[in-house]
């Protein structure tokens, strides 16, 4: 059985080493909230006939790669993608729920849209546009791969999904003795349901009452025990 990662033991260096990771956690949470709200989020007045709403996904991607030097593609597509990965640290470290790369990835996205919407109906120069919203969650995809994965094992047990639950989580003792279940089965064989016999026979002790066959309820009914 594989050992317990150091940071989930209950000692007490492991708990405090625990609770400086999660408040590391949260102030860079806090400091990407900051830095993202003023990349999305503050008005450029400057760039109102530059910007244009994009629902196609792929066209503003294209765009960018379409630029004559190269340097302005990398900072466009590879800048939304940078953005975004620290989704993939964080949520696996704050938000245990949100481990997973399925779960990190559509809460960025979510996260992302609702941002790209703001941009686009309150926010002056800005416009909504989803291959930002692709770009971001791609960086998070990413940032989950490289370290979020890692430090949210770590920290958190794992997250035990449905299919691997065994009988003792699912309200069923796994350690329940075979004849109680048999007990309360009902179509557990009840006393009368055995014809009386002779213990006193050759071999009667031998033999267990389980063992012999059991015959269909109607038979039973009409079948006289043998003297």
């Known amino acids: 059985m594989a050992s317990e990662p150091r940071l989930q033991r209950r000692t007490w260096p492991a708990v405090a080493?625990?609770?400086?990771?999660?408040?590391?956690?949260?102030?860079?949470?806090?400091?990407?909230?900051?830095?993202?709200?003023?990349?999305t989020l503050v008005p450029s007045p400057a760039s109102v006939r530059f910007t244009?709403?994009?629902?196609?996904p792929g066209d503003s991607i294209r765009?960018?790669?379409?630029?004559?030097?190269?340097k302005d593609a990398v900072k466009q597509v590879g800048g939304n993608v940078v953005l975004g990965m620290p989704f993939g640290v964080l949520l696996p470290v704050l938000f245990p729920r949100t481990r997973g790369i399925v779960r990190v990835v559509l809460m960025t996205a979510f996260v992302m849209l609702t941002v790209e919407t703001a941009q686009g109906l309150l926010v002056t120069g800005r416009a909504f546009d989803i291959d930002d919203?692709?770009?971001?969650s791609t960086g998070a995809f990413a940032g989950y791969l490289l370290l979020g994965r890692r430090l949210g094992r770590a920290l958190h047990p794992r997250r035990q999904h449905w299919w691997q639950r065994r009988p003792a989580d699912a309200g069923i003792p796994a350690d329940r003795p075979a004849e109680a279940t048999d007990a309360?089965?009902?179509?557990?064989?009840?006393?009368?349901?055995?014809?009386?016999?002779?213990?006193s026979s050759p071999g009667a002790s031998d033999v267990p009452a389980t063992s012999k066959p059991r015959l269909p309820a109607i038979l039973r009914a009409v079948r006289k025990p043998v003297r």
């Open 17 to 39: 080493a625990r609770v400086v990771v999660l408040i590391v956690g949260f102030v860079c949470m806090v400091a990407f909230a900051v830095v993202l709200a003023k990349a």
């Open 133 to 136: 919203v692709i770009l971001n």
């Open 63 to 70: 765009a960018y790669l379409a630029q004559p030097d190269w």
């Open 52 to 56: 244009h709403t994009n629902v196609h």
């Open 184 to 199: 309360a089965s009902p179509y557990a064989p009840s006393a009368g349901d055995h014809p009386s016999r002779d213990d």
